[in-house]
């Protein structure tokens, strides 16, 4: 039985006088695939982002039983400024942060994981692109590049499935059913509930409190 | 008048000229690349607020130690330090959102300090802390200002990396690096720590102009953080330039000149910049169009 590598105990967080999650309490297994579903304000991001360590909990603790660097973050492709003048290469590179922190450089070696990352998700040949001259599924893509370089294993997506073609949809499934195979401990926040059913052993319905938490047949068990 | 007469001619002629001109050298090079990130972080309003906020620190150190660079220099900046911590804190601890909570800030700011150089000092005390007075630049405002610019270039050359990634994927940053605030703050000194080098030579009034105004019109010409903030720095400098000349050739206020010269800059970048200035946007519209007949 694997132990769990993330543990809530009866977490809240609000913002201002509203509560985004009351009082959450449970774990993440090492090695599991996990769906979060839930309306929208239902506090999934909240909860992804509590885990990566970008929000604090008002209440309650989350226990994690990894350092800061195991744990890789993709937040929604709506929270990144994609106007900021950078170039693709740039941005990936950014996933090399538990190596480089904040001032080390960057070597070869660094470089051509970068690269490889970049051409495991199909977008090999942008490097040199602005953020602004991709395509939605690019930029997918490019987040899903900086990821693979982080090589955390413990991984949190936020709606990486969003506004994306079919075709970038299976590319990135297959990464995260890669990832699963590879022991990797995976947490999605996602709407597409037939995506939920084919690729997600254990799912976690949210609507601030846990509405239900086990596996994806149980829980969604009746739903649409 | 001869060509040398008219460009090189009143630097190589007077001490207060040359003075004023490595002045604007300092500024371009330390408050340039700060305009690229305030502009970058959507703060451009931010930074002409918090250079209000430097008039009642200037003003203390006015009333103490006269009209001398340090003094007025080092109240700037706790002044300054203060008011960009207390809008950070009002806007936490309430509902007011920073830039609000920054426009109470800033005009409280420039009331109180406007109020107490009156108290001892004269209109032409006043303006000069206003409208500051490049030409009168001394050695010790000139070594102040470049001080400042040194330090500025090698504290943002340090926390360069973070800072990109807090402008431009902030979760992403706190997700793999828990000090934040600790960028934030840093640069929010440099910005202040620039303001109190501008306020030398431009007022407070103006300290901001070599700051932001370069900075837009790089927008225009530049399409990632390093080139814009090498042109953010030769427009600075190409407007002090400018303006020190317009300044003597015609009797103008040398700020105004100066500041004058920058938004010339931009008015030029924005009608002919060619990352997404008016003439090539129209170009390109104008091509697409014939290429694709309706």
Redesign the interface.
Do not use: H, N, T
């Given at each position: 039985m694997n132990g769990p590598v993330v543990a809530l105990d009866a977490v809240s967080v609000r913002y201002?006088r509203t509560l985004a999650l009351d009082g959450v309490s449970g774990a993440f297994a090492r090695g599991s695939l996990t769906a979060l579903v839930g309306a929208n304000g239902a506090g999934k991001s909240t909860l992804l982002?509590l885990v990566?360590?970008?929000l604090a909990p008002a209440a309650g603790r989350v226990i994690r039983r990894v350092e800061?660097?195991d744990?890789?973050?993709l937040?929604q492709s709506a929270?990144?400024?994609r106007d900021?003048?950078?170039?693709v290469d740039?941005?990936v590179l950014?996933g090399a942060?538990?190596r480089s922190?904040?001032?080390g450089g960057v070597g070869r070696e660094v470089r051509a994981a970068a690269a490889a990352a970049l051409a495991t998700v199909g977008i090999e040949g942008l490097g040199r692109r602005?953020?602004d001259e991709l395509s939605g599924g690019q930029f997918q893509r490019l987040l899903f590049a900086?990821l693979i370089l982080?090589d955390a294993p413990v991984i949190l997506l936020d709606e990486p499935f969003a506004a994306l073609d079919a075709e970038t949809v299976a590319d990135l499934a297959d990464l995260i059913r890669a990832w699963h195979a590879a022991g990797r401990t995976v947490v999605a926040a996602l709407h597409e509930l037939d995506l939920v059913r084919k690729l997600f052993p254990e799912t976690l319905h949210l609507a601030r409190a846990t509405v239900a938490w086990g596996p994806t047949a149980d829980v969604l068990r009746g739903a649409a | 008048m001869t060509l040398y007469d008219a460009l090189i001619g009143p630097f190589a002629d007077y001490g207060f000229m040359r003075r004023a001109l490595v002045a604007c050298l300092a500024l371009a090079i330390g408050s340039g690349p700060v305009g690229v990130f305030l502009m970058?972080r959507r703060m451009s309003l931010m930074g002409d607020a918090m250079s209000h906020a430097v008039l009642p620190g200037a003003a203390v150190g006015f009333l103490i130690a006269g009209l001398s660079p340090w003094g007025m220099g080092l109240g700037g900046l706790v002044a300054g330090l203060l008011v960009a911590l207390a809008a950070g804190a009002v806007s936490r601890a309430t509902?007011l959102r920073e830039d609000a909570s920054l426009a109470g800030f800033y005009l409280a700011s420039l009331a109180l300090g406007v109020l107490l150089v009156s108290t001892r000092g004269n209109g032409r005390d006043l303006l000069h802390l206003l409208f500051g007075t490049i030409l009168a630049v001394n050695d010790a405002s000139l070594f102040l200002v470049g001080g400042i610019a040194s330090v500025s270039v090698v504290a943002l050359a340090?926390?360069y990396?973070?800072l990109?990634?807090e402008?431009?994927?902030?979760?992403?940053l706190?997700?793999?690096?828990?000090r934040g605030a600790l960028?934030h703050s840093a640069f929010l000194g440099l910005v202040v720590l620039n303001l109190v080098a501008g306020f030398q030579a431009l007022g407070t009034l103006m300290a901001v102009g070599l700051m932001m105004l370069p900075a837009t019109a790089a927008r225009f010409w530049?399409?990632?953080?390093g080139p814009?903030i090498a042109v953010a720095m030769a427009v600075a400098f190409a407007s002090g330039y400018l303006g020190l000349l317009a300044s003597y050739h015609f009797r103008l206020p040398s700020g105004p000149a100066i500041v004058l010269a920058a938004a010339g800059f931009l008015a030029v970048s924005i009608l002919f910049g060619r990352c997404g200035g008016l003439l090539h946007r129209f170009a390109a519209e104008l091509s697409l169009a014939r290429r694709e007949p309706s």
């Open positions: 201002g982002k990566a360590g970008v800061r660097g744990i890789a973050y937040p929270d990144v400024d900021f003048p950078m170039s740039e941005f950014a942060w538990a922190g904040p001032f602005g953020l900086r982080q | 970058l509902r340090a926390i990396r973070p990109v990634l402008c431009c994927d902030p979760g992403f706190r997700s793999v690096d828990g960028w530049a399409r990632q953080v814009l």
